[in-house]
T-cell receptor, first 114, second 113 residues
Framework: NAGVMQNPRHLVRRRGQEARLRCSPM?????VYWYRQLPEEGLKFMVYLQKENIIDESGMPKERFSAEFPKEGPSILRIQQVVRGDSAAYFC????????????FGSGTRLTVV | AQRVTQPEKLLSVFKGAPVELKCNYSYSGSPELFWYVQYSRQRLQLLLRHISRESIKGFTADLNKGETSFHLKKPFAQEEDSAMYYCALRGKMGGTSYGKLTFGQGTILTVHP
């Protein structure tokens, strides 16, 4: 089992471009969480998804950010029209159920906006 | 609202010395508290959780509801303990616990030889 896979590991985008971050959960995991870590800060919850459903998006910025977890394929965090303030490390975690049993983090994607 | 505070960004000790990483929280209900660790170039992983009352790699943490603290302690630090440590809290939504975690800012522990 390869664990939670995030790609790319590093992503550089110019201001105004779109960033797409992918998270492939562990086999058998149908719950995905996205977190953002800004420089000098801890991880902050963004969104919680189950297959084809957004359960809790209370941590998502109101504009430009969206997330999906389709029936097939990885979960995608999409940031439109990126700005310098979006530069951060984005982590996802997956679990087989609602609780923390088997909760596993990916290695993260470091987004740099130039 | 729930909040986790780790007052020390950096902590340095010598090998064999005791170490304590501080964590304070605010939460209106009954919290579940965790410590996560991230070693260099590795992913974040669970170190211990308060409900288990266990000792992992010599580390222990006791939940003190009166002081709203969950400090991580080890009596004799080792060089391989050098890492980033995060305290985290899990709350509930609609009476149900799920995997949404609130993290502190993290403490970088360096253990010198």
């Amino acid at each position: 089992n390869a664990g939670v896979m995030q790609n790319p590991r590093h992503l550089v985008r110019r201001r105004g471009q779109e960033a797409r971050l992918r998270c492939s959960p562990m086999k058998g995991h149908s719950h995905v969480y996205w977190y953002r870590q800004l420089p000098e800060e801890g991880l902050k919850f963004m969104v919680y998804l189950q297959k084809e459903n957004i359960i809790d998006e209370s941590g998502m910025p109101k504009e430009r950010f969206s997330a999906e977890f389709p029936k097939e394929g990885p979960s995608i965090l999409r940031i439109q029209q990126v700005v310098r303030g979006d530069s951060a490390a984005y982590f996802c975690a997956s679990s087989p159920g609602m609780g923390l049993l088997g909760y596993t983090f990916g290695s993260g994607t470091r987004l740099t906006v130039v | 609202a729930q909040r986790v505070t780790q007052p020390e960004k950096l902590l340095s000790v010598f090998k064999g010395a005791p170490v304590e990483l501080k964590c304070n929280y605010s939460y209106s209900g009954s919290p579940e508290l965790f410590w996560y660790v991230q070693y260099s170039r590795q992913r974040l992983q669970l170190l211990l959780r308060h409900i288990s009352r266990e000792s992992i790699k010599g580390f222990t943490a006791d939940l003190n509801k009166g002081e709203t603290s969950f400090h991580l302690k080890k009596p004799f630090a080792q060089e391989e303990d050098s890492a980033m440590y995060y305290c985290a809290l899990r709350g509930k939504m609609g009476g149900t616990s799920y995997g949404k975690l609130t993290f502190g800012q993290g403490t970088i522990l360096t253990v010198h030889p």
